[in-house]
Nanobody
Framework: QVQLVESGGGLVQPGGSLRLSCAAS????????MAWYRQRPGKERELVAI?????TANYADSMKGRFTISRDQNTVYLQMNTLNAEDTAVYYC????????????????WGQGTQVTVSS
């Protein structure tokens, strides 16, 4: 009953920018960490960026200086700048969420993924 819905993916030329969004919905009491992962063709899924409830962000080394993660109450964003072909991947939203009525037990949820293609 808790869902993460992503948007903002698409085709962009090298050097361009995209902004991904992921909205959490359902009977939510609190959202702890939120994160973006990606899976490039033929590669394992990898962490892109993560942000805490208090707004502290961390990034994979290849993303620092180019990508920015941010959040509001129910939505996490990923601003991607200076994109290159190596950024082509399916990007997944992930969140640790405490549901209403569940006490303080947290569960991890995944979005469906959104395709980002960087090509001229």
């Amino acid at each position: 009953q808790v869902q993460l819905v992503e948007s903002g993916g698409g085709l962009v030329q090298p050097g361009g920018s995209l902004r991904l969004s992921c909205a959490a919905s359902g009977l939510i009491f609190s959202i702890n960490t939120m994160a973006w992962y990606r899976q490039r063709p033929g590669k394992e899924r990898e962490l892109v960026a993560i942000i805490t409830k208090g707004g502290t962000a961390n990034y994979a080394d290849s993303m620092k200086g180019r990508f920015t993660i941010s959040r509001d109450q129910n939505t996490v964003y990923l601003q991607m700048n200076t994109l290159n072909a190596e950024d082509t991947a399916v990007y997944y939203c992930n969140a640790e969420i405490i549901r209403l009525g569940s006490g303080m037990a947290a569960n991890r949820y995944w979005g469906q993924g959104t395709q980002v293609t960087v090509s001229s």
